[in-house]
Each structure stands twice: as structure tokens, then as C-alpha cells.
């Protein structure tokens, strides 16, 4: 077995389940050809030539399997391909295709690996590329974790390209001259008398050939989209238009609508249902069990609303705690409890002896549950025929719906057709499939219809898999202005062991490091520097949300290590800047003092400035926060953020995904929680969830920087620098420490 | 029961108390105006109804007095309005959802006021949520399309 191999068997993590049940033949199998899912039912004149290219006649197909929720990925796939096909992926058909084992995400897991990200020593990279045997051995087709472009980035430009020299060879076979004398543009192979012959011409020939793989990859320096201002969405004319077709817009001849209320204490079974006031309402047709809940199908959403509200039920009650303050009283419990240890991942020096003795500076913290809430409440379309089923969903997960689809309806996994459209957010919500569980249990009471399913907007919210709630406890130490000594212990549920188990049914043995990710893992050099993982029993069932382990642990390590700035005298900036060991974070924290002319974090009487980092997904992220006390509240003028992904793709989009995130971790670090009573939240519309609105949104100035390694995706960084930068602006301004989300508990905002 | 929606009339045999929102999206087959809340808390639904900016999700369709616009009606792919020409240029959706509504509370907002304020566009637009945080964007493609308006 491979050096990697050992090591990665004795970590832990998320990947690590599948290392130890596959490892041995892994990277055997994992080597064996991947099959071409788009061979299974292609049409005479059809070639499809790498998974990601299918041409025919007709025209050119581009898939693109990782998902797009808004965060662009749609469009930079197909502009990752287009760049070495050389054609205009405007006049291409762009589709996710069929899930297939070729589509696994060599990157998710890589994350997962027990180094961190800033650095990148043999071992560390070497343990990263390893966890791609993981992910293909079990075909984990997905989009999260930031993923996308890193890992597409070679394998998209690669598929294009080995395309584009197929359709050259093709040619030249046709015509009797050297591939190497053939050129390509603009759709068409250019043959050296200036012919052009268009692929589309060639698909068949293309199809007869063993594809060409020796290619090289262009250079940025000769790229014509990559990385060009200005590159249009592919998807925005259809989304400023109302012509984009989301998974709840999907219409059939003679379709059903359904939806369910199902036992708001999330995956609890049992309950007493009283229909008869619902069984006579006009429109519908039958109301059934579904899995911990029941059905209304009916013909038409708002009639299945109607009769599903008139429904009389008394729900079951699990064996956690069903409120808040209960939760949170069992959150604490664990925390710094030995018989709840989970890991400890960093601890250097001697943090025991150097909190010994003097002052200890003390800080206790606690952040909500969330709910992901996207505006596109969760829906799908299933129809069932003899032996087949067919489902129409927006997901990030599509293969884990293919597999559960199969086993709940008693056929073969390859007898289900998931067809996944475009969605209307998600912030991690679709990496969960029970609303396709549900629609499925229906659609089999009725053979052959579409069946549409859609929740409700508190169905929604009330059985979301929300971010984990957590608590926090900081102890440290500084002396002579600087910090010298910082030891965080974070308590939550298991998060990534409880969502794998949700989804394939296998346990994840080992420490969820999503309990520290974000705080463990961050790029500074403390002397006496310690982060300990608690794990609280499970108690509402959590899931990934937008940033996962970072969106609180940014809040943790980042306002803990202000309080022990504060506490030492330091400039905020300027002592984060000498504690950080990592050249790209130092960088970005340089670049936001200059952009915000840093000069200390008061500006004037009742305004104050905050810094905020975190490094997540191997990106580094400063923030510099700008607020002013008015008599209505806090108001936050000006938001300053750097980032460094590497490479650059598309500037345009970037800025847009740090927009949106900056705004996502401010809105739930102001106004956001789920609060627990009988099991059940009691936010469950956006009245009493609110975020950020128009009128709060700040100014929000970007810069993109490329000292970092590697390439990166940007859906995620931006979200945990926000909420401790704002929190520690508003200490700037008021002298008020807060450690408790969301701020608005303890203070008004304009 | 009639109504007309983007100037065609068409028939729908419905209770009068469902929401014209349903009555679009199940009945007639418009899915521009969507689904978001259910209660006029977000706004993904607005249309117009006689050029004002209404939220489609909570006006019973028996109560419907006026011509229905939507997004579908504002303008196609191949003849853009001024505010959805803005928003393109601006490149202003990420997931999109909310931006039919958006786009029709913008386009409703210019048509009575031609040059808002950013606080004006601040009280009329914070009814429409964003859950992507596209705000930045929509602001300036908001100005952006005034004065092409006002130019044209």
C-alpha cells in the first residue's frame, strides 16, 4: 500500500469511513476506466468523447454535473470546456446530464484531510490528491464544499481538449493530412488549405476512434475566457426574464400536486392524524402516509396547501431535549467534558502550564441553529412507470437520490432517471433528499402520473437539516502586547457522522471535524495554542450550511482572538498581521487595511471599525467592517473585503459570490435563529426570519488576490470573516462585546 | 371566472379565494411570478396589477380588478424592458428566484418615480428578499436603467 494510504487510514475526518472500508483494492479499482455514462444511450451519429462532450448532428452538448444553485457553476463549467474546444458555449447545449460515477468530485473530500490548509508540505498535498480515490471509488457526485472550479479546473479543460483533438483526428483520417497541420476555431476544424469542417460534421467519425489523450493544456496567457472581465452568466437572460425553468416550475400533461406535513421534530415516527375536515376540500384526490408524516395529492399546490393545513395531527416526540434552553443546557454540558472528547487537532506548546498561573482572560460563546431557507422552497417532480422512475429535482446530491429512489420504489438504481434542473438557492439545503423521499412514496399510489411535490414555506423551514447549534469556550493569556497564549474548546453534535448516515446508511466511525473546521486551522503562530472538539449527544438532526464548520467557528476564534488583542493593547490589525505565519493571509489582511485606510479600529464617536479572518476551503478572507451607533440602532456602512482563490476564473462572478457572502453571514449574525419549543421551531417564514434587506445592505468593496497555491472556489469564504468582524466592529463603536448570535439579542440594529 | 394576464384573457374555473399566484402558476401555466412565502413577506410573486406593483401570493382572484402583468409580460429574451436590459448588464442574479419579482417591483418603482434616491430605492425594494445578496447589484442596475429611461 501506498505511504498515503497508511496515513490516510489512521486519520480521521470525513473521507475516512470510506478509506477504511475501501483502501486495500481502492486504488486498484479506483485506476479501472470510469464508464462513459453518456455511451449507455447514445444514437447512431452520436459521439460522446469524454463524459463532458456529447456532439451529433445536431450540435454540441456540454455537461456540466456539479450543480448549479446560484453560485455560477453552470457557467463556469461549460466555460472551462469551451476554452480548449474552442467553441462559444452560448451556441452550445449546456445540461448536468444523467448522474454517472464520472461525475465523482475529487475535491470535496480533500478538505477532510488533517492538515491544514495553508499548508502544503509532500505529505499534505500528497494526502489531499489521495482522498480523490475515495471520492471515486464511491462516486460521490456532488457540489459543495467550494469544489467546483478546484475540481474541474484541469478535468473540464482537459475533457474539452481531448475533444477538440479527437474531432482533429477525425479530420485529418477524413482528409488524408497531420493532426499536428489542422487547426480548430469557433466550432469547426480548420484544415490547412482553410477549409472548415464544423464538428458537428465530424461526430460521427469522432465516435469510430480511440479518443486522443496526449493533449497539453493552453496557458492563461493564451486563454480567451478564463479569467476575462466581463464574462457573461450563461443563465442570466433566462433569470432576468422569468424563463428559467427551476425544478418547481416543471410542468406535465395531466400533473398532480402534492405536499406533506411531516413530524416537526426532524426523522421521528409516529403520529395521529385526524383528515376528515381535509378529505371533502375541493381538488383533492387522496391523502396518505409518507415517511414520519402525511400526503395530500390534489390538483393544484394551493388546494394540497389548503387541505394539508386542515389536517388535525398529533405528532410524536423524540427522546432530546425539544427546547432551546434544553439543547443549549446539553450543548454546555459537553463542553470540556473528558467522556465527550472528540479531537484536538492543534496544540502547541504548553497550554496547560502557561494558563496556570496570572490572568487568564475568559470568554464564553454560543451561536444558533440556522435554517438555509433558499427562496425555492424544496420540490420534485417523480413519475413512476412499470419499472422505471423518473425524477425532475434540484440537488446536489443526485446519485444518493438515484440509489435511495431505487430502494424505496423496489428497482434497480439504474432504473431511476434523475434529471437535475437548476435551483433556486440552496446554502447546503439540497444536500439532502427527503422531500424526494416523500414525493416518491407518493408518486408510487399513483402509476404513471407526474406527481409534482412541493413544501411549504413552513414545511420548509421547520424540517430543514439546519447548521448546527454550538458553544464555545475560550481561555488565553497575553503578555507585553501580545498574544501569547489562546485554547478554544467547541461543543456541538456530529454534523458530517449524522448527514453520511442519513445518505448511504453507512456510519462514519472517528472525530467530525466539522465540530472545529474553521477555528483549528487557522494560519497563525500562537505560542501556547490549543483547539478541542467536543461532541454533544445528536439532538436536532444538523446538516452542512453555506461555509459548514467555519460559519461558527470564524465567529469563535476570530472574536476570541479580538477580545485577547483588546485585552494585550494591540492594534487589532496590526497584531493579527504579526501573528499570521502564512504569506496569502497576510497578504489580504494587508490589502484590507489599505483599502479601508486602517488606521486603528475607532474612527470617530459612536463609529468604529472591526477586522475579521478566516481562512476555509484553503481560501484566506479579511474583512474590515465599518458601523456607526445611530439612535435606531447599529448601522453597517462599509464592508472591505480581501480574498485570494489563486487563479481568477471569472472576476465578475467572483465579486457577485463575496457579495453574496459577506451579506448571507451578516444577515444571520443580525437577526437569524432557529428557536426551539415542543420540537419544533418557532421561526418558520421570513417574517420572524429575516437576514439582510435592501436597505441594510452595506457598500461592499472587493479585491481578489492570487498569492495563494492552489485554485479555489469562492462560493463559501466569504461568510466567516462577517459575523466576528461585525462583531467586533460593533465592540469598536460601543465598547459592547457580544458573543452570542445573532447580535440582535443584545443589540438593535438600524 | 375571467381575467386577463399579459393582455389575453383567458377563463379559469377556481375558487375565488385562491391566491392569483396559484391561479398563474397551476391553472395557467406562468411561472415567472413564484413561490416564496406564501404570506407578502418576500416578494418573489409581485406583478402588476394596472402597472402597480402587487404581491400576487396574497390577492384572492376573486378580488382582481385590472389587466395582470408579469415578468413574462414586462418583456421576452428578444426584446428586453429597461430594467431587465440593466439587470443583464449588470449581471445582477445568482440563483434568480427572487429576480422576477424583483425586477417587477423595480420596473413599477421607475414608473412613478424615474430618478429615486438610493433611499427611495431602499423602501421600495426592501420588501423584496434576496437570500443570494445580489442588493449591491440590484441598486446600481436600478440607476443604471433610470437613466436609460430617462434618456430614452
Not at chain 1, 475516512?16 to 464508464?35: H, N, R, T
Not at chain 1, 488533517?114 to 480515490?133: H, I, K, N
Not at chain 1, 421570513?686 to 479555489?712: C, D, K, W
Not at chain 2, 445568482?94 to 431602499?122: R, T, V
Amino acid at each position: 500500500m501506498s505511504r498515503a494510504g497508511k496515513i490516510a487510514r489512521r486519520t480521521f475526518l470525513i473521507g475516512s469511513a470510506a478509506i477504511a472500508g475501501g483502501v486495500a483494492f481502492g486504488v486498484y479499482m479506483a485506476k479501472k476506466p470510469i464508464p462513459n455514462p453518456l455511451l449507455d444511450d447514445l444514437k447512431d451519429g452520436e459521439a460522446a468523447i469524454t463524459p463532458f462532450v456529447k456532439i451529433d448532428a445536431e450540435g454540441i452538448t456540454l455537461i456540466t454535473p456539479r450543480a448549479d444553485k446560484g453560485q455560477g457553476a453552470y457557467s463556469i463549467q461549460a466555460y472551462l470546456i469551451a476554452e480548449e474546444l474552442d467553441i462559444d458555449p452560448a451556441t452550445a447545449m449546456i445540461t448536468p446530464g444523467m448522474p454517472g460515477q464520472a461525475y465523482y468530485n475529487a475535491s470535496v473530500l480533500s478538505e477532510g484531510v488533517p492538515f491544514p490548509a495553508y499548508q502544503d508540505g509532500f505529505v499534505a498535498e500528497t494526502l489531499r490528491d489521495f482522498m480523490s480515490v475515495p471520492a471515486k471509488l464511491f462516486s460521490i457526485q456532488m457540489t459543495g464544499g467550494s469544489s467546483t472550479v478546484p475540481d474541474g479546473f484541469d478535468r473540464m479543460r482537459l475533457a474539452g481538449a481531448t475533444a477538440r483533438e479527437t474531432l482533429k483526428e477525425a479530420a485529418a483520417r477524413r482528409v488524408g493530412v497531420a493532426r499536428g497541420d489542422l487547426r480548430t476555431e469557433n466550432g469547426a476544424v480548420i484544415l490547412p488549405d482553410g477549409t472548415s469542417i464544423a464538428y458537428t460534421d465530424l461526430a460521427a467519425e469522432a465516435a469510430e476512434i480511440d479518443p486522443v489523450t496526449d493533449v497539453t493544456l493552453r496557458p492563461a496567457s493564451a486563454w480567451r475566457y478564463l479569467g476575462k472581465p466581463d464574462l457573461p452568466r450563461l443563465d442570466m437572460l433566462r433569470k432576468c426574464t422569468g424563463t428559467e425553468v427551476y425544478g418547481i416550475d416543471m410542468e406535465f400533461q395531466d400533473m398532480l400536486h402534492a405536499t406533506v406535513r411531516a413530524n416537526p421534530a426532524v426523522g421521528t415516527a409516529g403520529a395521529r392524524v385526524d383528515a376528515s375536515a381535509a378529505e371533502g376540500m375541493r381538488g383533492v384526490e387522496k391523502i396518505l402516509p409518507v415517511s414520519n408524516g402525511v400526503g395530500v395529492i390534489a390538483n393544484n399546490t394551493w388546494r394540497a396547501f389548503q387541505a394539508a393545513e386542515a389536517l388535525e395531527i398529533e405528532w410524536s416526540a423524540p427522546d432530546y431535549p425539544g427546547t432551546s434552553e434544553g439543547i443549549f443546557a446539553t450543548l454546555e454540558q459537553a463542553l470540556g467534558d473528558p467522556d465527550s472528547y472528540d479531537h484536538r487537532q492543534r496544540n502547541e506548546g504548553d497550554v496547560d502550564a502557561a494558563l496556570e498561573a496570572g490572568e487568564v482572560i475568559e470568554a464564553r460563546y454560543r451561536i444558533p441553529y440556522l435554517a438555509h431557507a433558499p427562496m425555492e422552497p424544496m420540490n420534485a417532480v417523480v413519475r413512476v412507470l412499470d419499472a422505471q422512475v423518473e425524477i425532475w429535482t434540484g440537488t446536489q446530491i443526485p446519485l444518493f437520490i438515484r440509489d435511495r429512489a431505487a430502494t424505496i420504489a423496489g428497482v434497480e438504481p439504474e432504473a431511476v432517471k434523475v434529471y437535475v434542473l437548476p435551483m433556486g438557492g440552496s446554502f447546503g439545503h439540497r444536500l439532502e433528499m427527503t422531500h424526494v423521499e416523500q414525493a416518491v412514496e407518493l408518486a408510487l399510489a399513483v402509476p404513471g402520473r407526474h406527481l409534482k411535490l412541493t413544501w411549504s414555506r413552513e414545511e420548509d423551514m421547520s424540517h430543514d437539516y439546519p447548521r448546527p447549534a454550538s458553544v464555545a469556550a475560550g481561555r488565553g493569556k497575553v503578555a507585553d502586547g501580545k498574544v501569547m497564549a489562546f485554547d478554544l474548546s467547541v461543543s456541538q453534535s456530529a454534523m458530517a457522522p449524522e448527514w453520511f448516515g442519513r445518505l448511504s446508511g453507512m456510519s462514519l466511525p472517528g472525530p467530525d471535524a466539522t465540530i472545529t473546521t474553521g477555528s483549528w486551522d487557522q494560519p497563525f503562530d500562537i505560542p501556547d495554542y490549543r483547539v478541542t472538539g467536543y461532541r454533544a449527544p445528536s439532538m436536532v438532526p444538523v446538516s452542512s450550511w453555506r461555509s459548514v464548520g467555519a460559519s461558527g467557528n470564524g465567529f469563535y476564534h476570530d472574536s476570541f482572538l479580538d477580545e485577547l488583542i483588546h485585552a494585550a493593547g494591540a492594534d487589532p490589525l496590526a497584531e493579527r498581521i504579526r501573528l499570521c505565519l502564512h504569506e496569502p493571509a497576510r497578504k489580504v489582511l494587508e490589502a484590507v487595511g489599505e483599502m479601508s485606510g486602517w488606521d486603528g479600529p475607532s474612527i470617530a464617536e459612536g463609529r468604529g471599525r472591526g477586522v475579521g479572518f478566516c481562512m476555509s476551503f484553503g481560501v484566506p478572507c479579511a474583512q474590515v467592517i465599518e458601523v456607526t451607533q445611530t439612535d435606531e440602532g447599529i448601522r453597517i456602512d462599509q464592508v472591505y473585503v480581501a480574498v485570494d482563490v489563486g487563479e481568477v476564473l471569472d472576476p465578475t462572478n467572483l465579486e457577485a459570490q463575496v457579495f453574496g457572502g459577506v451579506i448571507f453571514g451578516l444577515g444571520h449574525a443580525m437577526n437569524c435563529a432557529l428557536t426551539y419549543e415542543n420540537h419544533a421551531p418557532l421561526e418558520t417564514n421570513y417574517h420572524a426570519y429575516e437576514g439582510m434587506r435592501l436597505y441594510q445592505a452595506p457598500q461592499i468593496e472587493v479585491r481578489a488576490l492570487s498569492n495563494g497555491s492552489r485554485i479555489r472556489g469562492v462560493g463559501e469564504p466569504g461568510v466567516p470573516p462577517a459575523a466576528p468582524a461585525l462583531a467586533n466592529a460593533i465592540f469598536a463603536a460601543t465598547g459592547q462585546r457580544i458573543r452570542e448570535l445573532p447580535l440582535n439579542k443584545h443589540i438593535d440594529f438600524v | 371566472m375571467k381575467l386577463t394576464v399579459n393582455g389575453t384573457e383567458h377563463e379559469v374555473d377556481v375558487e375565488p379565494e385562491m391566491p392569483l399566484l396559484w391561479v398563474l402558476r397551476d391553472e395557467l401555466n406562468i411561472k415567472g411570478p413564484k413561490y416564496g412565502c406564501g404570506i407578502a413577506q418576500c416578494g418573489a410573486c409581485t406583478v402588476h396589477v394596472d402597472g402597480m406593483a402587487v404581491r400576487s401570493c396574497q390577492l384572492p382572484v376573486g378580488d382582481l380588478e385590472g389587466g395582470v402583468t408579469t415578468i413574462e409580460g414586462l418583456g421576452t429574451p428578444e426584446r428586453l424592458h429597461a430594467v431587465q436590459a440593466a439587470w443583464v448588464a449588470h449581471q445582477v442574479a445568482q440563483c434568480g428566484y427572487c429576480q422576477s419579482g424583483q425586477i417587477m417591483q423595480a420596473a413599477a418603482l421607475l414608473d412613478l418615480n424615474p430618478e429615486p434616491s438610493d433611499a427611495e430605492i431602499d423602501a421600495v425594494m426592501s420588501g423584496n428578499l434576496c437570500r443570494c445578496g445580489t442588493y449591491p447589484r440590484i441598486r446600481a442596475a436600478i440607476h443604471d436603467a433610470a437613466q436609460k429611461l430617462s434618456e430614452a
